[in-house]
């Protein structure tokens, strides 16, 4: 199983407004992230946690606030956020500190956000 | 910050063609990985690479890792109409838990 679930699968908000995104992955990976992506564009990389810990932090405005609760799961909390803020937000995880051949990074189906 | 180059950015083919695709780097990576992507949806893996020189199938795709370890193709035979969809290139330098470093993608659109 390669699955990595993501709520909700769109969400609207104004720029007033604070709300969370929920990923979560039961294949026993250390690693997670979260990415930001514009239409017909590569994801760009915004968070990496690596067994529970913030390990990258792409420069983010602090609107963004990432959270990993525990190995399973991971949130990102949203605030004051911006019209150009809207795009798809991909979360994805990998296995962690293992011998090569388990790096790839398995992505969820991401949550379509609208900022108004 | 560092880019792979990608290309083609588009191609359009009709059904039952051959497709090819290719990213090259200034730089050297220790895997290469390649994903598709349907519109909505996250990318979906398709062919991980982690040895200079290595050949990988997984059905009518096939990958290689290029010998100098700056550069990966991938290979789509007798594409089929459900292969429509933007392909990614990405590359790794690290291990777990390092940045992947994407290509801009290519944009297949595949005529029945």
């Known amino acids: 199983d390669t699955e990595v679930t993501q709520t909700p699968k769109h969400l609207v908000m104004g720029m007033t407004n604070k709300k969370s995104l929920k990923c979560e992955q039961h294949?026993?990976?250390?690693?997670m992230y979260w990415y930001k992506q514009k239409a017909k564009k590569p994801p760009e990389l915004m968070f990496v946690?690596?067994?529970?810990?913030?390990?990258i932090n792409e420069s983010v405005p602090s609107r963004f606030s990432p959270e990993c609760p525990n190995s399973s799961l991971l949130n990102l909390h949203l605030h004051a956020l911006q019209p150009e803020d809207s795009a798809l937000y991909l979360c994805?995880?990998?296995?962690?500190?293992?011998?090569?051949?388990?790096?790839?990074?398995?992505f969820g189906p991401g949550t379509r956000l609208t900022v108004t | 910050g560092q880019q792979l180059n990608q290309s083609p950015q588009s191609m359009f083919i009709q059904e039952g063609e051959d497709v090819s695709m290719n990213c090259t780097s200034s730089?050297?990576?220790?895997?290469w990985l390649w994903y598709k992507q349907d519109p909505g949806e996250g990318p979906v893996l398709l062919i991980a690479?982690?040895?200079?020189?290595e050949l990988t199938s997984n059905g009518r795709l096939t990958a290689q890792f290029g010998i100098t370890r700056k550069d990966s193709f991938l290979n789509i035979s007798a594409s089929i109409p459900s292969d429509v969809g933007i392909y990614f290139c990405?590359?790794?330098?690290?291990?777990?838990?390092?940045?992947?470093?994407f290509g801009e993608g290519t944009q297949l659109t595949v005529n029945p």
């Open positions: 994805a995880s990998s296995q962690g500190k293992q011998p090569p051949g388990t790096y790839e990074q398995y």
């Open positions: 294949m026993g990976h250390r690693a």
């Open positions: 946690y690596s067994y529970e810990k913030l390990s």
């Open positions: 730089s050297i990576f220790n895997t």
């Open positions: 690479l982690y040895k200079a020189g």
């Open positions: 990405a590359g790794l330098k690290g291990t777990s838990g390092s940045r992947l470093t």
